[in-house]
């Protein structure tokens, strides 16, 4: 009797156990989204992606990453008010167009600023680097996370150039930031912003002359098919930021913040060797 009663107990403690797992709720997950406007082949959404898998599996999925490519939640300014307006809560983007909401963060990617890759990379490891992403914190409450490289940017064109006099008055498609236009107003070339997802189009159509980007932008975008010549003119050494909106960013554990940071920067470095070897080919 004792038996069969002690037997009677353990099953009833292991259902009531088994029914009350089944109505705890299940754990949350929350979906971020993350904007660019680079193109799907690009390794900047190739490191996008690892990113967003990464941040899953070290999170045990409490948090997915869904990544929006080339300008499918807007144009590069879009997506930057975006961060604050909460309709993306993380994004790659310019230094110029980050440096609209906070000036100074924009200078690295002034015209010749760096001699080199390893020159950048001491700005990108330096504590100016630091201060300026930490400026641009305060100034907006977005996070910088970390900076990717994306290349000397170099000038296609419909016409051959071989002196900085053979640019003037040649119009070439810009971003729309004013550093950009800064080193072509120097040699009278006419510079015009477009849109990155409506260049083609505009140098297919005859809109502008010209354009320029790092050679593995130009690669991806198939620039070559409406260009004719390339001029090595490496005029400014370019990087990506990752930025977290800070509704976001502040809604993180600071073990989650770790978590992100790891990634993000990994991410980062993984991309930059990728762009280097792409730029060397």
């Known amino acids: 009797m004792f038996r069969m009663s002690l037997r009677r107990l353990l099953q009833a403690t292991l259902a009531i156990a088994i029914l009350g797992a089944a109505a705890l709720p299940a754990r949350a997950q929350t979906t971020l989204k993350w904007a660019h406007v680079y193109e799907t082949s690009e390794p900047y959404h190739e490191w996008a992606l690892w990113a967003a898998d990464e941040i899953k599996k070290r999170t045990d999925g409490r948090y997915a990453i869904e990544v929006f490519p080339a300008s499918s939640l807007g144009k590069e300014s ?26 100074p963060i ?23 680097f630091k201060e300026l992403a930490k400026g641009y914190d305060d100034a907006t409450g977005n996070h910088i996370v970390t900076l990717t490289y994306y290349g000397e940017r170099q000038t296609t064109s419909n016409k051959e150039i071989k002196t900085p006099a053979d640019m003037k008055g040649l119009k070439i498609r810009v971003p729309d930031a004013p550093l950009y236009r800064m080193f072509l107003e120097a040699v ?4 015009t912003p477009i849109a990155f997802a409506e260049v083609y189009l505009a140098l297919q ?60 920067q990994e991410a980062a470095a993984g991309c930059t060797d990728a762009i280097l070897k792409k730029q060397d080919e």
């Open 188 to 191: 009278g070339a006419n510079p």
């Open 78 to 103: 879009d997506i930057n008010e975006g961060l604050g307006l909460g309709t993306v809560d993380i994004i790659y983007t310019g230094q110029l167009f980050a440096g609209r909401f906070y000036g």
């Open 205 to 264: 159509t005859g809109t502008v002359d010209a354009q320029e980007n790092p050679l593995p932008t130009i690669q991806a975008k198939k620039f070559y098919e409406v260009q004719k010549y390339i001029a090595l003119t490496g005029h400014i050494t370019d990087a990506l930021l990752t930025i977290v909106s800070g509704q976001t960013w502040n809604a993180l554990s600071d073990e989650d913040k770790a978590t992100f940071t790891a990634v993000f």
């Open 106 to 128: 924009a200078i690295g990617g002034a015209p010749y600023m760096f001699r080199d890759y390893g020159h950048w990379a001491k700005f990108r490891d330096s504590d100016l």
